[in-house]
Structures are given as C-alpha cells and as structure tokens.
C-alpha cells in the first residue's frame, strides 16, 4: 500500500492549499481516509476524515470552517482544501487510510507533506 501526498508549500496567513493523497495497492473505497498533522515538537494531531463513500465527514475543531475534506474514489484520491490558512496550520500533513471510521490508530500511512504558513 502506497499513500503519496503532495501540494504542500509556503504560504502566507489567509491564503490557501489544496493537499491530494492518491492512494495505491488497496481498494480504495473500502477505506475511510484521513489527515494528520505534526507540527515541530508536538504530537501528531488528527484533522479531517472523510467516510468511504463521502457521505460521512468530522473535523478538528481548530480547522471546522476553514478545512474541506473530500475523495474520488474513481481516481483513488482524497483531498484535503484548506482556506485561511494561519501560522499555527504549520505541520506535516499525512493521510492516512483504514478501514473503519475513526480519529487515530490508522491502518496505512502516507509519508506527508510540508505546509509552512508565514505570518
């Protein structure tokens, strides 16, 4: 299995990203998939899931509002749009694959991406 996550960059406050996770070597909607993230000393925190089909999503309260998570299941991807992006966003952000709907302990990991949001 093969979660490749891509789109980070550096931004500036109130700007936005879009982060796509195209996922391999699994059936892909038979898994909920999330993002992750870590930022420099601290743990890695859960952000956004979204169910197999879509139709289920929960989010972080610190990102309700200004984070949209959404998939193609007949591109095996899942999306992570993140609007007013502000400094404290800056982490790592990993997706991350299992099987049933949950906020941690996953069963697949991607190797992440850098967001970096200047004040």
């Known amino acids: 299995v093969q979660l490749q996550a891509s789109g980070g960059g550096l931004v500036q406050a109130g700007a936005s990203l879009r982060l796509s996770c195209a996922a391999s070597?699994?059936?892909?909607?038979?898994?909920?998939m999330g993002w992750f993230r870590q930022a420099p000393g601290k743990e890695r925190e859960f952000v956004a899931v979204?169910?197999?089909?879509?139709?289920?999503?929960m989010y972080a309260d610190s990102v309700k509002g200004r984070f949209s998570i959404s998939r193609d299941n007949a591109k095996n991807t899942v999306y992570l749009q993140m609007n007013s992006l502000k400094p404290e966003d800056t982490a790592v952000y990993y997706c991350a694959a299992h099987p049933f709907l949950k906020r941690n302990d996953y069963q697949y990991w991607g190797q992440g991406t850098q967001v970096t949001v200047s004040s």
């Open positions: 070597g699994l059936t892909f909607s038979r898994y909920v």
């Open positions: 979204i169910d197999w089909s879509g139709g289920t999503t």
